[in-house]
């Protein structure tokens, strides 16, 4: 993922696309090196046999009792390599404070790049902490279950007030992802079937507002050629918008009130298992963590005021509805957003007995 990733961003990519591309691929390569040492590690510690790299057959907890010397120091095997494994997912996710390389990616990429990005390559990380981290080393997880929580916390409120301070529309929906996936983290720390499925969930459905948000913050940059709320010289860059774009307008609500979580709407179902689920554990966390919600529907609606309300902005005169392919290319996104909002059980299910299974391995240690 990571070449192909590098080539689209730093060849059709922005004014920036070289730095964006760079820091992009320096950062998640990073985290790859100490991800590659673990699963050495693994490789050795199950005495290089056939099912060294058989993630069924290291699960269940098998190296809690090993240790490693390092630096003539004695470490447990298992929790050294889980920070470790955690170190190449996190970066990925992004959680605080390895986010930074985020918003520079997402600004710089085209318009496609950026709903690969936030649609996929994001769940790559929670995805790898669900799959191999949390069941190889499962004590290890449940130990660090409240520094991952704290983690997550630190990622959707930090991630909501940079979201707040954005006059770049794209850039504010790039650091919306940040305070997103901070709520997919605080689902995983919560461990429990409520959460763990809350996070999966939400996964699917970040995956498919979020794409919404980037292709209707595209659709209005081949008008307009510009993405400033407000431009750096203090001027509207957009106003009235409503009057202009109707149906443009009626789309963008949909996708914005989904990933602002309103009831109905498919952010809706999995951010509430999500505080269900860790409601349990971290009490102090999920009150605190509502507050993230708060200020999520605060730059959300502040941003579509200044951007369709108002006078209409002399630039926006001339600017054209949505035309029948981006009317055809978005009717599947606002179905799913709709129909998992009022209808979720399909997904739910498909997960229910892995997530499960997963929670009853945690539950032991």
């Known amino acids: 993922?990571?070449?192909?990733?590098?080539?689209?961003?730093?060849i059709w990519g922005g004014e920036n696309r070289e730095y964006a591309a760079i820091k992009f691929?320096?950062?998640?390569?990073?985290?790859?090196?100490?991800?590659?040492?673990?699963?050495?590690?693994?490789?050795?510690a199950?005495?290089?046999?056939?099912?060294?790299?058989?993630?069924?057959?290291?699960?269940?907890?098998?190296?809690?009792?090993?240790?490693?010397?390092?630096?003539?120091?004695?470490f447990s095997f298992e929790t050294l390599f889980f920070w470790f494994m955690f170190l190449g997912f996190a970066i990925k996710v992004p959680v605080f404070p390895f986010h930074t390389w985020l918003p520079h990616a997402h600004v710089q990429a085209p318009t496609a790049v950026s709903v690969i990005l936030a649609g996929v390559l994001l769940k790559m990380g929670t995805y790898g902490f669900l799959r191999i981290a949390f069941p190889i080393f499962p004590q290890a997880a449940v130990e660090s279950s409240t520094i991952i929580a704290?983690?997550?916390?630190?990622?959707?409120?930090?991630?909501?007030?940079?979201?707040?301070?954005?006059?770049?529309?794209?850039?504010?929906?790039?650091?919306?992802?940040?305070?997103?996936?901070?709520?997919?983290?605080?689902?995983?720390?919560?461990?429990?079937?409520?959460?763990?499925?809350g996070a999966v969930l939400q996964m699917f459905n970040h995956g498919t507002s979020t794409a919404m948000m980037f292709l209707m913050i595209g659709i209005l940059y081949e008008r307009s050629h510009h993405r400033w709320i407000v431009k750096p010289d203090g001027s509207k860059g957009y106003g009235g918008l409503y009057t202009k774009l109707p149906k443009y307008?009626?789309?963008?609500?949909?996708?914005?009130f989904a990933s602002l979580g309103l009831p109905g709407l498919s952010g809706f179902i999995s951010e509430a298992l999500i505080f269900l689920g860790i409601y349990q554990r971290f009490t102090t966390i999920t009150v605190i963590a509502v507050v993230g919600l708060l200020i999520g529907a605060a730059y959300l609606l502040w941003m579509f005021k200044r951007m369709f309300f108002g006078e209409v902005n002399p630039e926006c005169e001339d600017y054209e509805d949505m035309n029948a392919r981006?009317?055809?290319?978005?009717?599947?996104?606002?179905?799913?957003?709709?129909?998992?909002?009022?209808?979720?059980?399909p997904l739910l299910n498909v997960m229910k007995a892995s997530v499960g299974q997963l929670v009853d391995l945690l539950a032991k240690f």
């Open 249 to 256: 307008s009626v789309v963008f609500i949909i996708g914005m």
């Open 1 to 10: 993922m990571l070449l192909p990733m590098f080539f689209l961003i730093g």
């Open 46 to 74: 199950t005495g290089k046999g056939v099912d060294s790299f058989n993630i069924l057959a290291l699960q269940g907890g098998k190296f809690t009792e090993l240790t490693v010397n390092m630096f003539g120091t004695t």
């Open 150 to 197: 704290v983690l997550g916390l630190i990622s959707v409120i930090y991630g909501a007030f940079c979201a707040m301070a954005q006059d770049d529309v794209k850039k504010l929906v790039a650091y919306s992802s940040v305070s997103h996936m901070g709520f997919v983290m605080l689902g995983l720390a919560a461990m429990t079937t409520q959460g763990m499925n």
């Open 25 to 44: 691929f320096l950062y998640t390569f990073f985290g790859s090196i100490f991800m590659l040492v673990g699963i050495i590690a693994l490789y050795y």
């Open 326 to 345: 981006e009317i055809f290319y978005m009717i599947p996104l606002c179905i799913c957003v709709i129909v998992f909002g009022i209808f979720p059980s």
